[in-house]
């Protein structure tokens, strides 16, 4: 099967009902390594939720809110139908990971949380990409830069995605792509091309879909 037929196959998956299946408050309550995973970081609020949400048209998938650090567990979600045995295993799982950057929380829960997304990181084999979020009216901040920064220590694939670009005048979406990829174009383990979505509008998701599914196949 070539590249291209995968890619329209998996974009199919989106289609499907997805469904919850663990959240994972520890690295020991992690399902059994399988399908390739895609996990999903950004500050708090930055609209991770609200974007898997868009991705697979489910409103209430994951849990939305306005409480920063609200996502405290890796939440896994993969498409229907699957028995999860054998050759009927999810072809892609979908992971929610806590946001960081929230100032609110206490110390050691950010700590907590803090070590539980980058042990996952550093150690999951069949993780595929990490989708690293950017709200488009605020650009890269230093906390994103720190987090970039680990990433491209464990040497985890990630990409960026500008949210919420309907919040910002059409015409400075081009220019803030373009200052992104400058900001990013020394990073090892940066994936050398922007996204930009919002969930609002449905605009960038079908582009997303398809990097999301190149990349679950190694691309």
């Known amino acids: 099967m070539n590249a291209l037929n995968k890619t329209t196959i998996g974009i199919e998956l989106f289609t499907r009902a997805w469904i919850f299946i663990r959240g994972v408050p520890a690295m020991k309550f992690l399902p059994p390594e399988g399908p390739p995973e895609i996990a999903f970081a950004g500050r708090s609020n930055v609209g991770k939720s609200s ?25 896994y979600f993969v498409p229907g ?3 999860g045995e054998g050759a009927d295993l999810p072809p892609m799982a979908l992971i929610d990971m806590p946001g960081y950057g929230y100032a609110t929380a206490p110390k050691e829960k950010v700590d907590e949380w803090t070590k539980l997304v980058f042990d996952y990181l550093k150690g999951r084999v069949t993780l595929k990409r990490v989708y690293v979020l950017i709200d488009a009216r605020h ?21 960026i995605v500008l949210t919420k670009t309907d919040k910002i005048k059409a ?12 900001k990013i174009k020394k990073r090892p383990a940066a994936f050398p091309f922007v996204l930009a979505t919002s969930s609002e509008k449905s605009e960038g998701l079908e582009e997303l879909r398809a990097a999301i599914v190149l990349a679950a196949n190694g691309g």
């Open 51 to 75: 974007l898997i949400n868009a991705l697979v048209n489910q409103k209430g998938l994951a849990r939305t809110s306005n409480t920063p650090g609200r996502t405290q567990e890796l939440n």
């Open 81 to 83: 139908g699957f028995s």
């Open 139 to 159: 650009g890269i901040k230093a906390k994103d830069d720190e987090v970039l920064s680990l990433l491209d220590k464990a040497a985890v694939s990630y990409q």
């Open 171 to 182: 015409a400075g979406v081009p220019r803030l792509i373009e200052e992104t990829l400058q």
